[in-house]
């Protein structure tokens, strides 16, 4: 379902760009904190949603800049614009690789040598001392300060991620709704068929790949901003794991699934963190309970319910 | 020429319990067609139960029984209610397994809390060997020695045993193995039984190697799948082969290389995958 | 003239069953090629390796003399030939439009474009349109495949593949598990194909396809038994040994 009226969106982004006149600084930290999970799990659905390509090691990309960024600012004190720039171009670069290797294989294979690779990365995270800092992590960060603006600010923060989430969504969706994009969908649905239609099926998942790396290292670069500190867990497999719950729990292969997902999960990690100390355990347990009882996600069981109470196209 | 000696040992004993570990995946794997990514944890399980028994007082051999038991019932539980509610759905599956897992980790840190537990070997293997003028640490020989036990059992078991053509029938071709009898639901438990066995064992024999830690299943679990992509798919031999080569890599790699190891984990693969999507042996596509 | 598709000595087999032996086929441009045989006499797995989803261990396929073997799949799809599925592999979730656009980006510039959209009111759809009502299917072009009836369906898989304008037309069974209406109007359909298309066809419907053909391969346990206008084949003796007890 694609809400194709305009004005519908400039009301939440209205919405969106006011709410922390109205809020404490804690709710603006959340509402930072699930954009940039809804920018992450938006990216990761190119790939699982409409690529129909399940990825297990997501979160490498998102880490991968976060590092660079981190790095390259406490190695060389470059500026924040020119290390955005080389985080993101450097972590599309292994995304390029990685997703020439995972593509070497299909489904099940495709998804362990995600696995497989996002572990390696990890483990490099954490074993290369000299590097990463292992364990400690990298801390000392600041934020930039796009023509001038201070970020330190939560609220000037919060703004900033608004407008680089609607950036990347809106992008995301034209790439989702342009003939590539309808042409990534063929390959999910009957991929020898688009074959026999003259479409390089491999070209077009590698492509999604790329984009899927791209966006996740922007995602990366918000996360390390707002933290100002990178851990080697951030690319964990648990990591990923909670970007493709977001990506299921809301619905794969909607728009908007990516976005209620990260709000559930982000909510819940945040509330649930306050009384227990089992998330992990939580996220097993939703993470089954979703697939086997709600497969689809989130939005599509609302469309059906809105379809149910006001009648409409069946 | 002792430290090669010993770290020789090393991987030949990492081997062998990457062999027990990933035949279960294999075995999982090509007949169901699951990735069961619950596998690391059901190795970390086997662990935690052996160390568990052995602190009642027992014998690591009795902890090695429990600790199969153990993991087998689970496993059992895990593909009767929740593999079965998913079958057809193998992305799903392997995401329920994914859901376990974290399930498996969280409840092992309850049970158990944050510190590794050391898992000592059994008195009998604490003294070195000593052969030809080195020290052999007597506890990795004992290791690598059950699994081959295992591996020759295993072949046994699928060469010569009706529930062993019953698998490799189904490996094979599911659908006629259907058609032409095979019990598929019952099978596929015992598998998954059998598998979740051979990881439980691992897990109990490699205790002392390893001991049980919190985090010990996100360790092993890449380890499998490596094994598993490079012997390749259906290829009992192949996982033979390769667990023990990704024995050798990862330990002479840690041992010399320790900032590196998880990159030169790394080369086999992508060699293989480049080069030989199937595997070393594999005799199909994963 | 150039043939249109050449077929020379090509052979398969898979761990000591030969399914494909020796077999040569020539269609010239706009022929109506018949490939017939008894269950299990390779004709399947000769279409596969025409179209590139099957290597064969040796052998050739020539379409307008360019030698497709070994060239990836997707590639023939502009080299101008074009299939259909005996099982219907439509993308079931879609508007017949939208698979009828699908079949017309792939051989077109448009399908690289990453962020021009594709709205509901592009001229591709409007070529869909077209491409529906020479089928008769015009009236439903906004339903889904899901909700259409299976005879519906295969005309929806032969407008794909006439979408792209092939110079070679490959039918997998068109008729199979069709009604007897369905099959009349999907027989029409195939017939009023233009004669810029030369069609090669496997069926097993006999009536339909012996009207329809002008040379017939009749092939059995791989081995083509006999290669001739519908007379010479009706009338061997081999051809009626095959079919005999059918």
Redesign the interface.
Known sequence: MILKNNYFYLAVAAILTIAPMFFGEYYVNLGSQIMIAAVFAASLNILVGYGGL?S?GHATYLGLSAYTSAWLFLKTGLDHGYTAIIAIAFTTFVGAIFGW?SL??????F???T???S???W??GY?????TNGDNGLSGLTRPTPFGWDLENSTNFYWFTLIITIVCLFFIARIVNSPFGASLKGTRDQDKRMSALGFNVWKIRWISFVLSSFFGAISGLLYIYFNKYVHPSVM???SS?EG?LCV?AGGAGTLAGPILGSILIVLLKNYVSGFVE?W??L??????FI??FM?TGMVPGIIQLKNRLFGGKK | MQFWVIQTLNSLALGGLLFMLSSGFALI?GLM?I?N?THGSLFMIGAYLAAATLREGYSLWVAAIVAMVGVAIIGGLIERF?LR??SN????Q???T??????????CL?IWGGDPIPINAPEMFRSPLQMFGFMFPTYRLVVVAISVVIAIGLYLLMERTRLGAMIRAGVDDMQMARAVGIPASLLFTVVFCLGALLAGLGGSVGGPMLNAYPGLD?DM??LA??V??LGGVGSLIGTFVASFIIGFVYTFGIALV??????I??LP??FV??FR?SGLFGTM?? | MTIALEVKDLQKSFGGVAVTQSVNLQVMPGERRLIIGPNGAGKTTLFAQITGDLLPDSGEVFLYGQNMIGKPVHDRAHQGMSRTYQIITLFAKDSLAHNVVLSLLGIHKRKNQLFKSLPANDPLYDQALELLDSVGLKSQAHRRVTEISYGEQRRVEIALALAQQPKVLLLDEPLAGLSRDERVLVADLINSISKETAIVMIEHDMDVALAFAEKILVLQYGKVIVDGDRDTVVNDPKVQEVYLGH
């Open positions: 399940t297990l290797i070497r294989a299909s489904g099940l294979s998804l362990m040598l696995l497989a690779l572990q390696i990365v483990g490099i074993r290369w001392v000299g590097l964990s497999i648990t794991a493709l299921i089992r992990n355990m996220l097993g347990i939703i993470f089954v697939v086997i497969p | 794997f067609r990735a990514l929740i509610a998913l759905n193998s992305q799903g392997v995401l329920a994914l859901g376990l897992s974290f399930v498996a980790a969280d409840a309850m996100a679990l890449p799948l490596i598993v992509i320790p900032d590196l190891a998880y990159v984990l790394f693969m992508v995958i480049a999507p596509k994963a």
